[in-house]
């Protein structure tokens, strides 16, 4: 298992998304405290100029942006709709 730290940005957010898709967060983070690579995450490290950043899919439409901070411990930046996560400054 991992330790998950929760960012001030990442509890902002999460409150700011559709309960439906809070539930399917729920669902997935317990896949991801288990494994974040598990392949129904669809967790990709993202491009330049995001270092050492990664995204896992709550759904087809909403991401999870986190960094590896330790070996077993993991920061969760943000979430929010894919659109919207493009466009985010890190």
């Known amino acids: 298992m991992f330790e998950i730290i929760i960012s001030e940005e990442f509890k902002k957010r999460f409150e700011e998304l559709p ?7 729920f669902r997935k983070i317990k896949i991801f405290n288990q494994n974040p690579y598990h392949p129904i995450l669809n967790a990709e490290k993202l491009g330049p100029p995001f270092k050492n950043i990664w995204s896992f899919r709550i759904d087809r439409s909403y991401r999870v942006i986190f960094k590896f901070v330790k070996e077993r ?6 979430c929010g709709h894919h659109s919207w996560i493009c466009k985010f400054k890190f």
């Open 73 to 78: 411990k993991i920061l969760f930046i943000t």
């Open 19 to 25: 309960k439906n898709v809070k539930k399917k967060f």
